[in-house]
């Protein structure tokens, strides 16, 4: 009887357990994934939610990924997809795995070794073309003088892709002499704009990860650093800080609407088919000549990039797409702009009220603006007649030519 007892307990308990996987099974689903994949479905962050939250979820997300095995409940995955939401906004929802597949030919990892760590650090990465040798060259006669980097506590590095033939020589000679350059085993192209500015971000986080804050921008456009700086002094490295103008151009250009209408040739590299990518508009999105963001929103934006597949627009992809999946908001400036543009003679005046970038310019141009800007004695041409003032602008370059 006892045996018959011990007999029948067994085969419930068997049973018990058995039920219990079952269920537990139904519910969860265990997904084998690697070093690269980046879950942030648990808890998607959207345009209301806070830095916080997803710093949070991102850092639970990493120490599972780190086991190996991650539990998540099946009713939480969201399949990755572009959505349109009310409004016919585009954004894209869900985790879709992103190979960088970026190597760096030419890295300059000891560009950040020498900044102050007791003040504010800032890391600006120039996009720039590898035949861009007069660019770069202006720049550092200019505002990104080796004395003045060394005396603002800033670092100019250059991001190019691939050289031809005949460049690359010349490009890794630059590199050794200068120590600024960063070269991706990427073709130079428009479309891959995009990656680029994600290698940018990668870069920083691997060679310059305690810069305070890091400045994207485009190789034609003068920097005020005195006045950037300015306005980040009441930020820090872990404020959920992206900087920039705020670019109202939001539609999604069509081959329809570019075939009737005026608009300038240029207008049809941002081309978009339907096939690519649905909706009538893009979420909100910096201009992306130039926008500065804290440390802790380049972790967040690069994340962000692994789980979003690449568009070709840069500006688009990183501050609209990606900024909007990891939950940050846009913090205009009206600094940061290309209006009015800047004439050479009138460049003291100009950014006297904290203004922070110029329009676009040639190497030419920008040299003349940087030499009108710091001519000792030059005088705002706003406070003296037209005559006082051409008369003041010629002495003053006069002066500066004879040096």
């Known amino acids: 009887m006892r045996r018959f007892w011990y007999a029948k307990y067994a085969a419930t308990l068997l049973a018990s357990t058995a039920l219990t996987f079952h269920l537990l099974h139904s519910t969860t689903t265990h997904v084998k994934v690697d070093s690269e994949n980046i879950f942030r479905d648990y808890e998607k962050p959207t345009e209301g939610r806070t830095a916080n939250t997803f710093t949070k979820s991102s850092s639970y997300l990493r120490r599972k990924l780190s086991q190996g095995i991650f539990a998540t409940p ?41 900044l102050d760590f007791t003040k504010k650090m800032l890391l600006v990465f120039v996009a720039s073309s590898a035949d861009h040798f007069s660019q770069r060259k202006v720049i550092r006669e200019t505002w990104g003088l080796k004395q003045l980097q060394q005396a603002f506590n800033y670092r100019i590095m250059f991001l190019l892709g691939k050289g031809d033939q005949d460049s690359q020589p010349q490009i890794e000679h630059e590199g050794y002499r200068y120590g600024d350059l960063v070269q991706i085993n990427l ?17 920083s986080k691997n060679f310059c990860a305690r810069a305070d804050f890091v400045m994207k921008m485009d190789d034609d456009i003068l920097i005020h650093i005195p006045n950037l700086l300015k306005a980040l002094e009441s930020w820090t490295r872990t404020d959920s ?22 608009l300038p040739p ?84 100009s950014f ?22 710091n001519t000792q004695g030059f005088f705002c041409p706003q406070l003296l007649g037209y005559a006082n003032k051409r008369k003041q602008f010629d002495s003053a370059r006069n002066e500066i030519s004879s040096l």
């Open 241 to 262: 800080l992206l900087m920039c103008h705020e670019n109202r151009m939001r539609k999604i250009l069509r081959k329809e609407l570019l075939d009737r209408t005026d």
């Open 352 to 373: 006297r009220d904290g203004r922070i970038t110029s329009q676009e310019v040639g190497a030419d141009e920008l040299h003349l603006m940087w030499v009108e800007l």
């Open 74 to 114: 099946r009713n939480h995955v969201v399949s990755p997809r572009w959505t349109v939401l009310p409004g016919n906004i585009t954004i894209h929802e869900g985790d879709e795995h992103v190979p960088l597949d970026i190597s760096f030919d030419i890295k300059a990892e000891n560009l950040c070794e020498d």
């Open 266 to 349: 240029s207008y049809h590299k941002y081309e978009v088919s339907q096939n690519e990518l649905p909706g009538q508009y893009y979420p909100p999105y910096c201009s992306g000549m130039a926008y500065v963001f804290a440390s802790s929103v380049r972790d967040r934006l690069l994340e962000a990039s692994l789980a979003t597949p690449i568009f070709f627009i840069e500006d688009v992809y990183l501050t609209g797409f990606c900024r909007h999946k990891a939950g940050i908001v846009i913090r205009p400036h009206s600094g940061i702009t290309l209006r009015p543009p800047i004439k050479s003679h009138q460049a003291s005046c």
């Open 187 to 203: 073709t130079e192209s428009f479309r891959n704009l995009g990656r680029k500015s994600v290698a940018g971000l990668l870069w």
